[in-house]
């Protein structure tokens, strides 16, 4: 296999050479094993398993908002996809999350939040994380960008204040951590989500990060590279996708 195809086939797990490729492929059949892999949704599950090392934590995503298609829970999942095939930005909260997505199966600008908004910061005493996303909102980067955020609660409510008052990023990725209003966050973008139609993936809990964050948007950019390479469809409901795998399995073992 050359580097260009090792570059399609693991964009999302980062290997490049045979014995790291062998590894993730392994480490991917085993989460099968206990994790569904019918639905656009259910490979996201796959990968927080991987991300976290934790099996049930596949239980703890939340998938709200809708797209064209509907509001199944591979609305944001299409919806990320979508917004990778047309090369919108991606926009982290802090650099660490920024330096987890990976740069190759895209052409997507990536770029962080924070570094952003000091003078509003220093004005008004919040966060720099939240004056951050302020700040880029008012320069409109986050509409129609993918909207990450994998570390600070305040920019995750910030986020949320914005979409309250009319940006519409094309998709969302919340998994901020901690034990200060991080939950509350999550919940914070799930309503709004809701409320807007705003495709969003979150988690329930106080677990979380960067790491999280950046997994999950990885594989939003792989299931683009799929959608580019191998056809994938991406315009199915869940429940469509779901009954088609399944009459596939069951062909299978006739």
């Known amino acids: 296999m050359t580097e260009g195809e090792y570059d399609e086939a693991y964009a999302d797990l ?16 085993i989460v099968r094993e206990f994790v569904p892999d019918e639905t656009l949704a259910d490979r996201v599950r796959q ?10 934590f596949q239980h703890l995503l939340e998938f709200t908002g ?12 299409r919806a990320g996809a979508r917004a990778v095939l047309e090369e919108a930005t991606i926009v982290t909260d802090i650099t660490m999350a920024k330096a987890g997505v990976t740069g190759r199966g ?16 220093a004005e008004t005493g919040m966060t720099r994380t939240a004056a951050s996303v302020l700040e880029l909102d008012r320069r409109g980067v986050y509409d129609g960008a993918v909207a990450v955020v994998g570390n600070a609660p305040t920019a995750a409510f910030a986020l949320a204040d914005c979409i309250e008052d009319g940006t519409r990023p ?8 901690g ?13 709004v989500s809701e409320e807007y ?29 799929d959608v580019r390479t191998d056809g994938l469809e991406l315009d199915l409901a869940a429940e469509t996708r779901a009954a088609r795998e399944s009459d596939s399995t069951d062909d299978g073992d006739r």
């Open 14 to 29: 980062g290997a490049t050479t045979e014995n790291a490729m062998e590894i993730a492929e392994t480490s991917m059949d």
């Open 106 to 121: 895209h052409d997507c600008e990536t770029r962080k939040a924070i570094g952003n908004g000091a003078e509003l910061a």
């Open 47 to 56: 990968k927080s398993v991987h991300s976290m090392g934790d099996i049930e």
């Open 66 to 77: 809708g797209d064209a298609v509907g509001d199944d829970e591979d609305a944001p999942v």
């Open 197 to 225: 139609g705003v495709p969003a993936i979150t988690n329930v809990g106080r677990r979380g990060g960067s790491g999280l964050a950046a997994a999950l948007t990885n594989e939003l950019i792989h299931v683009a590279s």
């Open 179 to 191: 034990f200060v209003k991080a939950e509350e966050s999550r919940q914070r973008v799930r309503d």
């Open 170 to 177: 094309a998709t969302i990725v919340a998994t901020p951590v």
